[in-house]
T-cell receptor, first 115, second 110 residues
Framework: GAVVSQHPSWVICKSGTSVKIECRSL??????MFWYRQFPKQSLMLMAT?????????EQGVEKDKFLINHASLTLSTLTVTSAHPEDSSFYIC???????????FGPGTRLTVT | DAKTTQPTSMDCAEGRAANLPCNHS???????VYWYRQIHSQGPQYIIH???NNETNEMASLIITEDRKSSTLILPHATLRDTAVYYC???????????FGKGTMLLVSP
């Protein structure tokens, strides 16, 4: 149980384009989903928290207009990186939780490369 | 949330127990100790968590000292597939988030 998937697993895009990453909880309903970013040889950094049906809460320093998060259902959250730049190249990981104070289950991650 | 201190790296021989320490001296009464691990280029995997009692599941055991200022994650029979970065995280009650530190790189060798 508690399986979270992400799609795509890796993506290469050109600078200036937008990329959408999907995060799905496959066998449970996730009222809360989290998005993290991990640069090479660094730890995970929380970007934002989203609750189903409401606006995401972004961490300090994360541009909400650049990283659009939608959590329209209890099993799907999407992260759209708009007008991507090479410095947005990173490993993006989502997690899902039954409730915000329950343990989080992580997806396998999406490797984004912006050329 | 309280800060944690872990060794940067540890080695373990395959088949032996791996004991990963974590210090969290500023932990408060309602904060839990969580352990996750991250195998290279994968998302983190939940291992175990506890408040004050020792916990055991199919993956590992968590030993928390009586004063709760430190804990040890025990992998009883380490395998090569246990090679990963292990994160000890103190998480508050209520709606607090997970804050990942640098973790311990555990290398299991044949």
């Amino acid at each position: 149980g508690a399986v979270v998937s992400q799609h795509p697993s890796w993506v290469i895009c050109k600078s200036g384009t937008s990329v959408k990453i999907e995060c799905r909880s496959l066998d449970f309903q996730a009222t809360t989903m989290f998005w993290y970013r991990q640069f090479p040889k660094q730890s995970l950094m929380l970007m934002a928290t989203s609750n189903e049906g409401s606006k995401a809460t972004y961490e300090q320093g994360v541009e909400k207009d650049k990283f659009l998060i939608n959590h329209a259902s209890l099993t799907l959250s999407t992260l759209t990186v708009t007008s991507a730049h090479p410095e947005d190249s990173s490993f993006y990981i989502c997690s899902a939780s039954l409730r915000r104070d329950y343990e989080q289950y992580f997806g396998p991650g999406t490797r984004l490369t912006v050329t | 949330d309280a800060k944690t201190t872990q060794p940067t790296s540890m080695d373990c021989a395959e088949g032996r127990a791996a004991n990963l320490p974590c210090n969290h001296s500023t932990i408060s009464g309602n904060e839990y100790v969580y352990w996750y691990r991250q195998i290279h280029s994968q998302g983190p995997q939940y291992i175990i968590h506890g408040l004050k009692n020792n916990e055991t599941n199919e993956m590992a055991s968590l030993i928390i000292t009586e004063d709760r200022k430190s804990s040890t994650l025990i992998l009883p029979h380490a395998t090569l597939r246990d090679t990963a970065v292990y994160y000890c995280i103190v998480r508050g009650g209520g709606y607090s988030t997970l804050t990942f530190g640098k973790g311990t790189m555990l290398l299991v060798s044949p």
